[in-house]
């Protein structure tokens, strides 16, 4: 069974810091590429950040490139998001994704979610 | 890139079929066969219904069904029942650096 668990959510003030972490499970984590997908609260989900199965490809929303930075360690299963710079509008559940490939290794979507971790930015 | 365009709600009784519709662009939906579209229930994570805009994972109930013509993409829910109330968000490749666009999302009520 696929399971993604987030973790590093937290209250930090604005222009502060935080790190969020997924640890995943049931699935060979090193083959697939992993998305972060983020939620404010009560508003839809936004795309924010995608890396590539070695990490050295990782793509960023234009609301946060040069403020977050995704990376993973295929060693120990797991992502990470590095959050810096926060602002009040980043203010969101953070989801970890697993992207699904099709037979010519595009992603067709994002088949497993996790429960989120909550970053609230605010002063 | 601004969020694809879902309308905020819509409504049918137990049995009835609905069709939830997504505009973009011809940069998006227009440009590629990536749509995806997911169901959210209050509280709960985002589940995979739709992806390559009519394909259905292992599981998705064959009362999900996909299309796109132009730059719009449109999920259809027949047999609708009352489990099916929940947020639809529809997805599109967007290119360019690999980004991804969702829809604003639509809450589907069953009478």
């Given at each position: 069974e696929v399971q993604l668990l987030e973790s590093g959510g937290g209250l930090v003030q604005p222009g502060g810091s935080l790190r969020l972490s997924c640890a995943a499970s049931g699935?060979?984590?090193?083959?697939y590429d992993m998305s972060w997908v983020r939620q404010a609260p009560g508003k839809g989900l936004e795309w924010v950040s995608a890396i590539s199965v070695g990490g050295v490809r990782t793509y960023y929303a234009d609301s946060v490139k040069g403020r977050f930075t995704i990376s993973r360690d295929n060693s120990k299963n797991m992502l990470y998001l590095q959050m810096d710079?926060?602002?009040?509008?980043?203010t969101a559940l953070y989801y970890c994704v697993k992207e699904e490939v099709n037979g010519e290794m595009a992603t067709i979507g994002f088949d497993y979610w996790g429960q989120g971790t909550l970053g609230t930015v605010s002063s | 890139q601004s969020a694809l365009t879902q309308p905020a709600s819509v409504s049918g009784s137990p049995g009835q079929s609905i069709t939830i519709s997504c505009t973009g662009t011809s940069s998006d939906i227009g440009s590629y066969n990536f749509v995806s579209w997911y169901q959210q229930h209050p509280g709960k994570a985002p589940k995979f219904m739709?992806?390559?805009?009519?394909k259905r994972p292992?599981?998705?109930?064959?009362?999900f069904s996909g299309s796109k013509s132009g730059n719009t993409a449109s999920l259809t829910i027949s047999g609708?029942?009352?489990?099916?109330e929940a947020d639809y968000y529809c997805c599109s490749y967007a290119g360019g650096s690999r980004h991804w666009l969702f829809g604003g999302g639509t809450k589907l009520t069953v009478l």
């Open positions: 699935f060979t984590f090193r083959n710079s926060l602002r009040v509008e980043d | 739709i992806y390559e805009v009519s292992s599981g998705v109930s064959n009362r609708l029942q009352t489990d099916d």
